[in-house]
């Protein structure tokens, strides 16, 4: 009886780390998102320095959070919010290469609270 006991508990405590799995991979997923939201528009702001074109203005991108692993309905998170950090030039010594180093940080709200994510990349002209 003890041992049956003992088990029940050890399989409980088990099942309870299943929804913190479920919302880690969901927090990990917005990420990656936020992420490839960030590496975008560093792309367009890449491709407007390349061509001398003006740099793309901050914009927001909507979150696809998936489906909600409890009801099976779509989760509502609201959009990403890409505001562009700007590029500056940096000069190397003995490079005639304008060398720009541009950054972008995306944030979004995700339970109550404001996460970010700050991508940095360098252009060469």
Known sequence: ??????????VLAMLSIVPFGFNSVQANSLEVQAVAVAQQYLDDE??????????PAATTAPIDAGLSYMGGSTSN??????A??????????????????CSVTV???ESGASRTVTV???VTK
Request: glycine content about 6%; hydrophobic content about 35%.
């Open 1 to 10: 009886m003890l041992a049956i006991v003992v088990v029940a508990l050890s």
């Open 46 to 55: 890449h491709n407007a320095l390349s061509h001398s074109l003006p740099t």
């Open 77 to 82: 998170y609201g959009s990403f919010n890409v």
């Open 84 to 101: 562009p950090d700007g590029c500056a030039t940096k000069q190397y010594p003995g490079s005639s290469a304008n060398v720009y180093s």
């Open 107 to 109: 944030t979004w709200t």
């Open 120 to 122: 940095q990349t360098y």
